[in-house]
């Protein structure tokens, strides 16, 4: 299923001295699974706890104890294996990781080897720069985290944080199918998105509760496939473009300067954009992978995996699609608008029963800029979906013009409440009383008689009036009003 | 009071039961039976202060009407159980002054049932053994003399030794690939391993994971049963544990075996068994005859491939179990020029070279290039061993066979020669690798005075025909010689 085949678009091709390259990407996604337990043990798995005090017995390896599989963890690992449309493998099994690290107090990490829970899947990325591209999903397979090494807290000696020794850990593994930083970044950001709207995986990549290893080589365009090296644990979007980058031209030089590429795993340092051995080949670790004797193999029934479909949210790319036929939107803003799971339900809840553009509009212009303005995340936004839905129900009711919305939406913003609770308290009804407005156009048209000459031959000149009823109204004036008997006097 | 020793753990239970006597006073008469037999070396650890108020808070129990399934009996620990606030060794040094803040299932399981623990007994390292020379705390003597001193056998040769000499009710121990049967067999005591799974590993310092089954090692085939009921249940904490009740077993243990099929395995007569083991063997075949069963010859073919695949399979897991003790969070460390070197220091430094030796050998067999070769092999043999007894058992319902190749050896004779020692395993492997519950009964003396025992092994979770099994050949083969007391 790896598209070798797919070479990239001329413009992802980077220059070299002796001509183009093209780089084959793959990723490996560590997402830590949403659970308050650990895979195999009772613990908490809260963040920013104190050290070391999120740790079962059986979390710091104490002799004689034995893990336990957390079942809700299973479930995750299915419902995000569903998510990808992957094969969900109902037999897999534990297998154990043997090495020594500090961190590591079974001397061994738990993880699924020769058969994980998830095999084959796909997903469509929508990279900012091209056309949509399908990434193949090799394998999914839940393992236990590491504890922590805190080096910095001394000179001569390391700490140790287990709170995340034994949290449990989906590793995603996609097919070498992207072909360009933008792709690869993409795809990291599509899977966030699905595993947020699944509830499996928060995503936050500043915990580092989602977090790549990136496999890059180099190749003539559709040539030979060059010799690959991983740079571990990069923690963000843009890092793994730079890194990308960065890994690529390092690559690209060592080959046209007649060397080659020895298999390795690197560290990217993002101070210093650049990236840095931590291994090579010969130096990598035997793991001597067995199975886990301590735990049985995982044996799920069709049915509990149904069970798990039955129930599955709908996903970024359905919602989507759903977006621009419901609401009538353009396919971009329904992209935006479905990015993750928070900001869908609100566009959603916003926009059920009324225009979907002005929703959109409405959501994506105010909205997004009052926020990004005030640095608050929309999960906590002033402003509800609801309240902002009864914002627009004012508008479409002629109950307040656009321009006093944004009033009444900075109000919101300030001090929440409904959008009748603030029209009402402001005084900032629209005037439909056609009498009183009458009685405006008339003051209007009395004080500019020159105006209302010019007018009557040119009717684009209503607008002076119409400004001037509005601007005595204080912006109340019910601008259709004004306009209609602005005619009916002037005979247009 | 020194004949309160002499009881089986079942008539010490009666005794206390009709108020013949206390828990108090027969716990008291143990300790000082532990403490006469110092020289034989069966504990590592003595919990005699403990052992008395455990002891005096059973009595006022058993006032208010609460008696367990144990209630006041003075037993032992292997060292290999983790107990609360007590030093637990694994006979390593590995372990330090390591004192557990929790208590193995099993052994919660027994203090819930009113025992006393008078102490932990010795063992192997790690229970990496056939002898009890292995352990850092010194060799355990046997009980059982011939001119020279011999070894109690192992893994659990403290638990044996400590029941021969009457120093403990009864004691707990575990199995790995023979560490209950083989010392019971060299101690004229009874072992039993039961199915793997009745018994939860949580709480005892791991050796092979898919092997490792605790059981106890007592005066009697009774006294076995009654000990098994209360170490045995399910444990939610075990993923290995199977969730089924207790049989019968105490009640099992007089029951007839008439009509019963008893298989002979052909291929459990090897080169080289000393004339004495078949003569034995023979001698059990009819007595299982007078007692009503019926005799079926059987072939378990693999049974040759038993004990290397079990000399693969278990040091595999051992070094990857064994690789939590790098002096970091608990017991002993050597500090180094850096990490690595503090590891290479610490584990040189508390590890045996038995448990080094399988450390090494465990991680030979699991390397990349070897794993195929070695450990998937040694696991397909398993699962030919498995189909072996699936296969008999079309015929059978239980097999007899000798539970050892000889009799007790004397101590230094094999401990520099592994494949000698890891031949003590040959007929007591294949239950472990298959996961069969297997029971070693005291059958007779060698012509040098020294036990020799015959094992049942019976299907799996069919304990109560193993129990049987066992009770008519004990009641045939009428056991009831003694070690002198020469130690006192």
């Known amino acids: ?492 | 009071m020194s004949d309160l020793t002499n009881l089986t753990l079942e008539s010490a239970l009666t005794g206390m039961a009709s108020g013949d006597f206390s828990s108090e006073e027969i716990t008291r008469a143990h300790i000082d039976a532990c403490m006469e037999a110092a020289d034989l070396n069966a504990f590592i650890t003595t919990t005699f202060e403990q052992a008395m108020d455990m002891a005096k808070a059973s009595d006022a129990r058993r006032a208010k009407g609460e008696v367990g399934k144990l209630e006041g009996a003075p037993l032992g620990v292997k060292d290999l159980f983790c107990t609360e606030g007590v030093k637990t060794t694994a006979a390593s040094q590995i372990l330090g002054d390591f004192k557990p803040p929790y208590e193995s299932t099993v052994s919660a399981n027994m203090k819930a049932d009113g025992m006393v623990m008078l102490g932990k007994l010795n063992l192997d390292e790690f229970a990496m053994g056939s002898s009890n020379e292995t352990s850092s705390y010194g060799n355990v003597v046997n009980p059982w003399k011939n001119g020279e001193e011999l070894v109690p056998g192992g893994s659990s040769g403290g638990s044996a030794a400590a029941v021969a000499a009457d120093i403990c009710l009864g004691a707990t121990a575990t199995d790995t690939g023979g560490s209950i049967r083989q010392p019971a067999s060299f101690t004229g005591t009874v072992g039993i391993k039961p199915t793997y799974g009745r018994c939860s590993r949580w709480g005892i310092v791991a050796f092979a994971s898919s092997l490792d089954q605790a059981g106890p090692i007592a005066k009697t085939v009774k006294d076995s049963a009654i000990l098994l009921d209360s170490m045995a249940g399910y444990d939610p904490k075990d993923s290995t544990s199977l969730n089924v009740d207790n049989g019968d077993w105490v009640n099992s243990c007089g029951k007839s075996i008439k009509g019963l099929r008893i298989g002979i395995p052909k291929e459990y007569t090897v080169d080289g068994m000393p004339t004495e083991i078949q003569s034995l063997w023979d001698q059990g075949i009819e007595w299982m005859k007078d007692a009503g069963a019926e005799i079926v010859p059987v072939s378990l073919p693999h049974t040759k491939y038993a004990l290397p695949a079990y000399y693969i399979v278990a040091p595999a897991e051992a070094s990857s179990n064994l690789a939590r003790y790098d002096g970091m969070r608990y017991g002993a460390r050597v500090d180094g020029e850096n990490l690595n070197d503090t590891y290479e220091r610490t584990r040189a430094a508390g590890f045996g070279p038995e448990v080094q030796r399988r450390i090494m050998i465990g991680t030979y067999v699991l390397s990349a290039g070897y794993y195929d070769a070695y450990y998937l092999r040694a696991q397909k043999v398993r699962t030919r061993i498995s189909e072996d007894f699936k296969n008999a058992w079309e015929n059978c319902d239980a097999l007899l066979t000798p539970t050892c190749p000889s009799a007790p050896f004397a101590i230094g004779r094999k401990l520099n020669d592994p494949i000698t020692m890891y031949l003590n395993d040959i007929f007591t492997v294949t239950a472990n690798l298959a996961g069969l519950p297997g029971i070693s009964v005291p059958a007779a003396l060698d012509q040098d005075g020294l036990p020799l025992g015959l094992q049942i092994i019976g299907k799996a979770l069919d304990e109560d025909t193993v129990f049987a099994a066992a009770g008519a050949l004990e009641k045939a083969a009428n056991f009831t010689a003694k070690p002198k007391k020469w130690w006192v």
């Open chain 1, 1 to 492: 299923m790896f598209t070798a085949e797919r070479v990239a678009d001329e413009k992802d091709w980077m220059k070299g001295e002796t001509g183009d390259w093209e780089l084959i990407i793959g990723l490996e996604v560590h997402a830590q699974v949403s659970s308050n337990a650990k895979l195999f043990s009772g613990a908490a798995t809260e963040y920013g706890a104190e050290p070391n005090t999120q740790v079962s017995l059986v979390d710091a390896g104490m002799p004689g104890m034995l893990p336990v599989i957390n079942e809700f963890c299973v479930e995750q690992a299915v419902r995000t294996g569903l998510g990808l449309n992957a094969q969900i493998n109902l037999f897999s099994r534990f297998d154990r990781k043997n090495y020594f690290y500090v961190d590591l107090p079974q001397g061994y990490q738990i993880s699924q080897f020769e058969h994980p829970i998830v095999g084959e899947g796909e997903i469509e990325i929508h990279p900012e720069d091209g056309d949509a591209v399908k990434v193949g999903i090799e394998r999914l397979h839940l393992e236990q985290d590491a504890g922590k090494s805190v080096h910095d807290l001394s000179d001569d000696e390391t700490y140790v944080d287990l709170n995340r020794s034994g949290v449990a850990l989906m590793e995603i593994v996609s097919k070498p199918d992207m072909r360009s930083p933008e792709e690869a970044s993409a795809y990291v950001d599509k899977l966030r998105g699905i595993v947020r709207a699944l509830g499996t995986c928060d995503g936050d990549m500043e915990k580092g509760n989602l977090r790549a290893d990136v496999n890059v080589s180099v190749r003539r365009p559709g040539g030979e496939l060059g010799t690959r090296c991983e740079i571990k644990n990069v923690n963000s979007l843009r890092f793994i473009r730079q890194a990308i980058n960065h890994e690529a031209r390092r690559q690209i030089e060592i080959i046209e300067a007649g060397g080659t590429i020895d298999q390795e795993t690197r560290l990217y340092d993002s101070v210093k954009n650049e990236t840095r051995s931590m291994r090579s080949k010969e130096d990598a670790h035997d793991y001597r992978y067995f199975p886990d004797p301590d735990l049985l193999p995982l044996q799920l029934e069709q049915s509990f995996v149904d069970n798990i479909k039955a129930t599955l949210p709908e996903l970024p790319d359905a919602r989507k699609a759903r977006f621009v036929e419901e609401f009538g939107i353009p396919a971009y803003d329904a992209g935006v608008l479905t990015a993750d799971k928070v900001t869908g339900d609100y566009y959603e809840t916003t926009a059920k029963g009324r225009d979907g553009k002005i929703a959109a509009n409405w959501v994506m212009g105010e909205l997004f800029g009052a926020l990004n303005k005030a640095g608050i995340d929309l999960a906590d936004s002033p402003v509800s979906a609801e309240n902002l839905g009864g914002l627009l129900d004012r508008i479409a009711d002629n109950t307040i013009s656009g321009k006093i919305a944004k009033t009444v939406f900075e109000k919101m913003f300030e001090g929440g409440g409904s959008a009748d609770e603030i029209i009402e308290r402001e005084g900032l009804k629209q005037v439909t009383d056609t009498g009183a407005i009458e009685a405006m156009v008339q003051e209007a048209l009395d004080a500019n008689p020159a105006q209302v000459e010019k007018a009557k031959q040119n009717p684009k000149l209503l607008g002076f009036f119409v400004g001037q009823v509005m601007k005595a109204s204080g912006g109340k004036a019910n601008p259709q009003a004004v306009n209609q008997i602005l005619r009916a006097k002037l005979g247009l």
